[in-house]
T-cell receptor
Framework: KQEVTQIPAALSVPEGENLVLNCSFTDSAIYNLQWFRQDPGKGLTSLLLIQSSQREQTSGRLNASLDKSSGRSTLYIAASQPGDSATYLC??????????FGGGTRLMVKP | DAGITQSPRHKVTETGTPVTLRCHQTENHRYMYWYRQDPGHGLRLIHYSYGVKDTDKGEVSDGYSVSRSKTEDFLLTLESATSSQTSVYFCATGASRDYEQYFGPGTRLTVT
C-alpha cells in the first residue's frame, strides 16, 4: 500500500527566505505527483503536476522536482511571502485511479 | 479552478438519517471524485467516477454510495449517517486520469 510522508510537518520562516518542502513515497510505480496548497477552511488549490516521466516543473516562484527511483519530491519556494502561508500537500497517483496524500506541511511566513 | 460547486456547504444531521451531497462541475471533465478529510488521516478517496454511470470504490467506501447520471453532477449518499462520518467532504474533477485534479470548496458534515 502506498504511503506518502511529508517533512517537516510545520515550518515557520521569516519573509524572503527560500525554502524546501519534502515529500517521500514508498511505491515508485506512480503515474504522477501533484502539489497542492490548502488555506484554512478552504479547498485544495493545485500548484504543480509532475508526470512520472518528468523530473521537474516550474510555476512562478515554485519549482517541484521528482526522483521516482528514490521515491522523493521536493517543492522549492523562492523568496517566500506572508501570502504563501498555508498547508502544502503532495499526492501521488497510482494504478487504481487513487490519489494518495501526504499529511501536509503547515507553513507560516512571518513578515 | 474547474468551476466546481458543492452543496450544501454545511450540514448537521442526526445519526441514522440519509444524507446526499452534490458536486456540480462546468468543465465537462470526465473524472469526478469524492474525498473525505479528517485530522490524523488526511485526505482519503471514497468513490470516483470515470464517466456517466461508471463508478468505482476508493479506499474508504463502506457506508457510502454514489451516482452520476449526468457528466456535470456527482452525488454522494450516506445511506444511514453515523458519527464516524463527521468530516469535511471534497469533490474533485479531472479531464483524464493522468491529469490534474481540481478540488471544490468542501462540505462540512456533522453527524450528531
Amino acid at each position: 500500500k502506498q504511503e506518502v510522508t511529508q517533512i517537516p510537518a510545520a515550518l515557520s520562516v521569516p519573509e524572503g527566505e527560500n525554502l524546501v518542502l519534502n515529500c517521500s513515497f514508498t511505491d515508485s510505480a506512480i503515474y504522477n505527483l501533484q502539489w497542492f496548497r490548502q488555506d484554512p477552511g478552504k479547498g485544495l488549490t493545485s500548484l504543480l503536476l509532475i508526470q512520472s516521466s518528468q523530473r521537474e516543473q516550474t510555476s512562478g516562484r515554485l519549482n517541484a522536482s521528482l526522483d521516482k527511483s528514490s521515491g522523493r519530491s521536493t517543492l522549492y519556494i523562492a523568496a517566500s511571502q506572508p501570502g504563501d502561508s498555508a498547508t502544502y500537500l503532495c499526492a501521488v497517483l497510482n494504478a487504481g485511479n487513487m490519489l494518495t496524500f501526504g499529511g501536509g506541511t503547515r507553513l507560516m511566513v512571518k513578515p | 479552478d474547474a468551476g466546481i460547486t458543492q452543496s450544501p456547504r454545511h450540514k448537521v444531521t442526526e445519526t441514522g438519517t440519509p444524507v446526499t451531497l452534490r458536486c456540480h462541475q462546468t468543465e465537462n471533465h470526465r473524472y469526478m471524485y469524492w474525498y473525505r478529510q479528517d485530522p490524523g488521516h488526511g485526505l482519503r478517496l471514497i468513490h470516483y467516477s470515470y464517466g456517466v454511470k461508471d463508478t468505482d470504490k476508493g479506499e474508504v467506501s463502506d457506508g457510502y454510495s454514489v451516482s452520476r447520471s449526468k457528466t456535470e453532477d456527482f452525488l454522494l449518499t450516506l445511506e444511514s449517517a453515523t458519527s464516524s462520518q463527521t468530516s469535511v467532504y471534497f469533490c474533485a474533477t479531472g479531464a483524464s486520469r493522468d491529469y490534474e485534479q481540481y478540488f471544490g470548496p468542501g462540505t462540512r458534515l456533522t453527524v450528531t
